[in-house]
């Protein structure tokens, strides 16, 4: 079956460090794989998508590559702000099926 | 647009209560989801509507669980008999996808946490 793992947070950081939230999957077929974000209070948004290997996705400063030798989608950003902190999802989508999701990493980003 | 709304955003009900939650997709959308998510986990998909037809269901999605879009447009999930362990946020999102399409992009609400006391 499909699943996502994803590290576990919180991941705490000052503002404008590097990061970095790791992302692995294992699925039948090719997937396409995603970045939500989940702001306090807010529902879920699409934060970038990437549809098949070694596509770059990125929106907002946030870039993961699909590494289908890895089986990873990382998702980076050179510098963070403290509107960054939220809880970002890892999901991928088989086919036309619906997605299935990692656990969820916290952020949290300090002045 | 609004975007997808659910209804309500809270509710608290004693445990074997019947509840039913509402959902507005997006107008133009024609699938519908439902997902929940537990404290610390990720959403997990319950089923999911093609307009008015629903066309898959998971194996969380219990007996006492029914969803229904009946004119392809909003949805209501209803849970009869709750246990504490239907305590969870409850997602709806939509999406517009052909057959054609690999990837669509599914727009989620802020969704219903229900708590069972």
């Known amino acids: 079956g499909n699943s996502v793992t994803q590290m576990e947070g919180p991941v705490t950081l000052s503002e404008e460090a590097f990061l970095t939230i790791n992302c692995t999957y294992t699925a039948t077929g090719y997937p396409s794989l995603f970045w939500y974000v989940q702001y306090p209070g807010e529902g879920l948004q699409l934060l970038l998508k990437a549809t098949k290997a070694d596509d770059k996705g990125s929106n907002k400063g946030f870039e993961a590559t699909y590494r289908k030798e890895t089986t990873s989608f990382h998702l980076e950003k050179g510098s963070v702000q403290v509107s960054d902190s939220a809880v970002y999802f890892c999901a991928l989508s088989t086919g036309y099926s619906t997605l299935t999701f990692g656990k969820g990493t916290m952020l949290l980003v300090s002045p | 647009d609004t975007g997808v709304s659910q209804d309500p955003r809270h509710k608290i009900t004693k445990r074997g209560q019947n509840v039913t939650f509402r959902c507005d997709p997006i107008s133009e959308h024609n699938r519908l989801y439902w997902y929940r998510q537990t404290l610390g986990q990720g959403p997990e998909f319950l089923t999911y509507f093609q307009n008015e037809a629903q066309l898959e269901k998971s194996r969380l999605l219990s007996d006492r669980f029914s969803a229904e879009r009946p004119k392809g447009s909003f949805s209501t999930l209803e849970i009869q008999r709750t246990e504490q362990g239907d305590s969870a946020m409850y997602l709806c999102?939509?999406?517009?996808?052909?057959?054609?399409?690999?990837?669509?992009?599914?727009?989620f609400g802020q969704g219903t946490r229900l708590t069972v006391v």
């Open positions: 999102a939509s999406s517009f996808t052909t057959y054609r399409d690999r990837v669509t992009e599914a727009f």
